[in-house]
């Protein structure tokens, strides 16, 4: 089916938005597309904070974008905005990067007033990046992610059920996009 570039602004190592990510990621594969995770806080800072554009790193990151036909882009909230780790990819990434995708955004807080942090900060950079159709997003409540000692993941059942169908409206978006770029060709 489709490649998605499932994208952790994360900075953490223990992060729950990326666990929460690589979860979704695997309900992806089960619906048939290749999942390419990609973890920000892995690329080199130096050449994330010094907009090292020609860094091999970020090469490599901007072609993951190219290749990918959706994107999946998760982020803490901080501050009432996505990660400044984040920023500094969008930063560095083409201006029109998403020219053609699709694109699900999400992100993990502690708190509801930040909620809308994903309709009033995120959205409008991914929109100006030019993408064919940004889904609904989600926010997920940190408090509505556990992880067990062994790395188990378990989401409360009403953020489980949400997230599913986001997820699933991104991958049927996914599908229909091939149709919908054959019919206008």
């Known amino acids: ?8 602004g994360s900075p953490s190592a223990t992060s729950r938005t990326a666990r929460l990510l ?3 990621d695997d309900r992806l594969r089960a619906q048939g597309h290749e999942v390419i995770a990609l973890d920000v806080r892995t690329l080199p800072a130096e050449a994330l904070l010094g907009a ?4 091999p790193a970020i090469v490599e990151t901007t072609a993951l974008f190219e290749r990918a036909d959706g994107i999946v882009i998760g982020t803490p909230v901080y501050k009432a905005a996505y990660s400044g780790l984040l920023k500094s990819l969008l930063d560095l990434l083409p ?7 699709t694109v699900l955004p ?8 930040h909620v809308l942090a994903i309709d009033y900060a995120l959205r409008p950079v991914l929109n100006s990046m030019g993408p064919a ?16 000692d062994d790395g188990t993941l378990t989401v ?5 059920e949400a997230l599913a169908q986001v997820t ?11 149709a919908v770029l054959a019919a206008a060709s």
């Open 133 to 148: 159709h940004i889904t609904p997003g989600w926010f997920t409540l940190d408090k509505d992610i556990t992880v067990a």
């Open 22 to 24: 690589r979860h979704l």
């Open 106 to 113: 999400l992100a993990t807080g502690g708190s509801t007033a």
């Open 1 to 8: 089916m489709a490649t998605v570039l499932s994208v952790s």
């Open 168 to 178: 699933d409206q991104f991958s049927l978006a996914l599908g229909v996009r091939p």
């Open 95 to 101: 201006q029109y990067a998403l020219a053609g995708k």
């Open 156 to 160: 409360a059942p009403a953020s489980a």
């Open 52 to 55: 090292d554009f020609g860094h």
